[in-house]
């Protein structure tokens, strides 16, 4: 749901130099402006020092004789909840997630590599967690369940959410967009807005087997997200209310979190799921071309033309056809 926007400007011969500007958004609203500048590893830095300012913020807000840390081998949740073993329980299940994402993807794509932990702030109470906006500047997230915050290693949530496994999937989408910002994406590629929720809610909201172990391909009827993107997106595709396919996959932010944002986010997170299981893979091999495309910033409605042999619109009677089928 929260995107970084990054435009390389200028670079000469001997040292490459790059000017580095990300948004916090909240829906289409920018809410915070952040600039960096330098060399690839003088940016890395100013990054670095980014999350430990928003850190420090945190500690300011969450509750000291509550606040617990549990640490795994990619991830330190921080929290106060009054059961120390909340951080646990999400610090495992990002875990099971990442790993499947990488199992997912590594066998097509070289995925960058990062030693740095992703930390998830998770405030016990609303208020802790809109006071930690304000001071921090992220205003316009206080209104959110939780958002990852572009270019750092930060993820920030709250407690205070009337379903445990929606609260779960908000969470997971918006590491998603960390994954897919820090080992998917080449580093200052643009990501197509389509395609980066697509693939969020592709993987928070996969089906979970008894055991909690993630099932690829099946989608989690508990979450309530889950029906109410299904019905909306047949009732679209039914009539003439639908998002056609070529104007999903050239969607800019604006248009994306415009009246129909809700109807976006269905369509993209089903396109995904079409163009990876339809017929058993049949549209996977041109899907992942066009990824290939689309991490070094490239993807977009001609790279889809050129990866698929046509454009998006000539797939909407089979798409259609797969998401009636879904119940």
Not at 10 to 37: A, D, E, H, Y
Not at 95 to 107: A, G, H, M
Not at 188 to 209: R, T, V
Request: hydrophobic share 40%; net charge neutral; glycine share 6%.
């Amino acid at each position: 749901m929260n995107r970084r926007i990054a435009i390389v400007l200028f670079t000469s011969s001997i040292l490459m130099t790059i000017f580095f500007s990300f948004c916090i958004f909240s829906g289409k609203t920018c809410s915070q402006v952040i600039r960096v500048q330098g060399t690839e590893q003088e940016i890395e830095q100013q990054l670095m020092k980014l999350d430990e300012k928003y850190l420090a913020y945190a500690d300011e807000f969450l509750d000291k004789d509550l606040k617990k840390s549990f640490r795994t081998e990619h991830y330190v949740v921080i929290a106060d909840h009054p059961k120390p073993e909340a951080a646990q329980a999400i610090a495992l299940a990002f875990e099971e997630y990442r790993k499947v994402y990488v199992s997912i993807f590594e066998k097509v794509f070289p995925l960058r590599k990062t030693e740095q932990p992703t930390h998830i702030i998770l405030f016990a109470s609303k208020n802790g967690f809109r006071f930690f906006c304000a001071q921090a500047g992220l205003g316009g997230g206080s209104n959110s369940a939780g958002f990852y915050i572009p270019g750092t290693s930060i993820i920030v949530s709250h407690f205070r959410h009337p379903r445990q496994r929606d609260f779960t999937a908000t969470l997971l989408h918006e590491g998603v967009h960390q994954l897919n910002d820090h080992l998917l994406y080449s580093r200052y590629a643009k990501q197509s807005i389509w395609l980066n929720e697509g693939l969020a809610n592709y993987f928070a909201l996969m089906k979970l087997d008894s055991q909690g172990r993630l099932v690829v391909g099946k989608v989690d009827w508990n979450s309530v997200a889950v029906p109410g993107y299904v019905d909306e997106v047949q009732r679209a595709l039914s009539g003439k209310k639908h998002i056609q396919l070529d104007d999903l996959v050239s969607a800019s932010r604006e248009q994306f979190h415009g009246k129909d944002e809700s109807l976006y986010y269905g369509e993209s997170w089903l396109f995904v799921q079409f163009l990876l299981h339809f017929e058993d893979g049949k549209y996977r091999k041109p899907f992942t071309e066009f990824l290939m495309y689309e991490i070094e910033g490239l993807g977009g409605l001609e790279s889809f033309k050129k990866t698929f042999g046509d454009s998006p619109n000539t797939l909407k009677q089979e798409f259609k056809k797969y998401v009636s089928r879904l119940h």
